[in-house]
């Protein structure tokens, strides 16, 4: 069984910095393509970056470029994204995704982990 | 940045209607096209994958349409557990972009 497990959410103040964790079991976790997304209060999916499976490619949303950095360890089966200056706008669930080969194919989610940007 | 834009933004239905959700491309995406079901407080779920593919799973009332720019969802007869948000999203370019969403009332 696919899980993806996140961790590292909470409370940061807004310039502040916050490292997300994402543990993946149940597949072969250095053959797939991961992503985050993200879905602020009450709003809309957004999605965030993502990282090819040996982490030589990576793609971001315009808004976050500069500031967030999408990573993995495949020896660990973990996937991360640093976030730097932080702005009240992040505040949102951030969700750890597994991707499958097809068209859109974000076909696993976690069950995401809060970001709390306020002062 | 391609914009995905869906109508409507809600719709009340009976059990047993045939509901049909549309998204529209700001741009051509070929069929590169996915949607995706979230329920309150829960993770999205994969639904169809390149417009038209059921995800593996997924009961035969969804089914999928479209190419270019305009594209749609359909549930052929709605049950109560369809009750949810559903998204569409492009996979033709980066960023990826999803519609702002349609809910579901039953």
């Known amino acids: 069984e696919v899980q993806l497990v996140e961790s590292g959410g909470g409370l940061v103040q807004p310039g502040g910095s916050l490292r997300l964790s994402c543990t993946a079991s149940?597949?072969?976790?250095?053959?797939?393509?991961m992503s985050w997304a993200r879905q602020a209060p009450g709003k809309g999916l957004e999605w965030v970056a993502n990282?090819?499976?040996?982490?030589?490619?990576?793609n971001y949303v315009d808004s976050v470029k500069g500031r967030f950095t999408i990573s993995r360890d495949n020896a660990k089966n973990s996937l991360y994204l640093q976030m730097n200056s932080l702005r009240v706008e992040d505040t949102a669930v951030y969700y750890c995704v597994k991707e499958t080969v097809v068209v859109a194919g974000l076909d696993y989610w976690g069950q995401g982990t809060l970001v709390t940007v306020s002062s | 940045a391609i914009q995905m834009t869906q109508s409507p933004s809600s719709l009340s239905a009976s059990v047993g209607q045939r509901v049909t959700i549309t998204c529209r491309a700001s741009?051509?995406?070929?069929?590169?096209l996915g949607w995706f079901q979230q329920k309150p407080g829960k993770a999205p779920k994969f639904l169809i994958y390149a417009a038209s593919s059921l995800q593996s799973g997924v009961p035969s009332r969804f089914s999928g349409s479209g190419s270019g720019t305009d594209f749609t969802l359909t549930i052929s007869s709605l049950q109560p557990e369809d009750f949810a948000t559903y998204y569409c999203l492009q996979d033709y370019n980066y960023p990826r972009t999803f519609g702002q969403g349609t809910k579901v009332e039953i």
């Open positions: 149940g597949f072969s976790f250095s053959s797939y393509w």
């Open positions: 741009q051509g995406i070929r069929n590169d």
């Open positions: 990282i090819k499976q040996d982490g030589s490619e990576k």
